[in-house]
T-cell receptor, first 112, second 112 residues
Framework: DQQVKQNSPSLSVQEGRISILNCDYT??????FLWYKKYPAEGPTFLIS?????DKNEDGRFTVFLNKSAKHLSLHIVPSQPGDSAVYFC???????????FGSGTRLSIRP | NAGVTQTPKFQVLKTGQSMTLQCAQD?????MSWYRQDPGMGLRLIHY???????DQGEVPNGYNVSRSTTEDFPLRLLSAAPSQTSVYFC???????????FGPGTRLTVL
């Protein structure tokens, strides 16, 4: 049973527009959420995170929103740039010492 | 710092062969983990360790063994390789108290 779900395998967005990537989770014990970005033939790299005590965290063009009642989080990228084309993974953990569970990823393509 | 290093980058095995995927980090991180990435399945946790001498199972541990004799190294052993273990394997580490993981570049394994 997948505890972290990314239901959109792919997303295509025009350059300059907003990209919105979604993630749902089922485990109510999760209290920390992360987004990772992955280019082909490389390891994932950390992008942005949010604690369950917040509902929004912003870092430059990237903003993560958390809706605990819906067990849903989203990553907003604005404006989208060609270098944002990558696979994005949502991840979650229950406590800083616990294992981190990843979703299946969403492939984002930014078109000119 | 070299960060998280993995060897080999590529490996081809025959069914039934054994091998060890190596992972090392020079950041003195207590927490280390192994993931496999498969198309449509995202990153699935195989095993993880919260410190030297302590290991635990993740989501998909069957067919894999780990040990953690030092803080720096966390090898992953395939005792009898099967075609279902064809995948890209990533090792990751993080410091105690933090959720953001640092990933290695990955090992692409093919089992014939």
């Amino acid at each position: 049973d997948q505890q972290v779900k990314q239901n959109s395998p792919s997303l295509s967005v025009q350059e300059g527009r907003i990209s919105i990537l979604n993630c749902d989770y089922t485990n109510s014990m999760f209290d920390y959420f992360l987004w990772y970005k992955k280019y082909p033939a490389e390891g994932p790299t950390f992008l942005i995170s949010i604690s369950s005590i917040k509902d929004k965290n912003e870092d430059g063009r990237f903003t993560v929103f958390l809706n605990k009642s819906a067990k849903h989080l989203s990553l907003h990228i604005v404006p989208s740039q060609p270098g944002d084309s990558a696979v994005y993974f949502c991840a979650a953990s229950a406590g800083s010492a616990s294992k981190i569970i990843f979703g299946s990823g969403t492939r984002l393509s930014i078109r000119p | 710092n070299a960060g998280v290093t993995q060897t080999p980058k590529f490996q081809v095995l025959k069914t039934g062969q054994s091998m060890t995927l190596q992972c090392a980090q020079d950041m003195n991180h207590e927490y280390m983990s192994w993931y496999r990435q498969d198309p449509g399945m995202g990153l699935r946790l195989i095993h993880y360790s919260v410190g030297a001498g302590i290991t635990d199972q993740g989501e998909v541990p069957n067919g894999y063994n780990v040990s953690r004799s030092t803080t720096e190294d966390f090898p992953l052993r395939l005792l009898s390789a099967a075609p279902s273990q064809t995948s890209v394997y990533f090792c990751a580490s993080r410091p105690t108290g933090y959720n953001e993981q640092f990933f290695g570049p990955g090992t692409r394994l093919t089992v014939l």
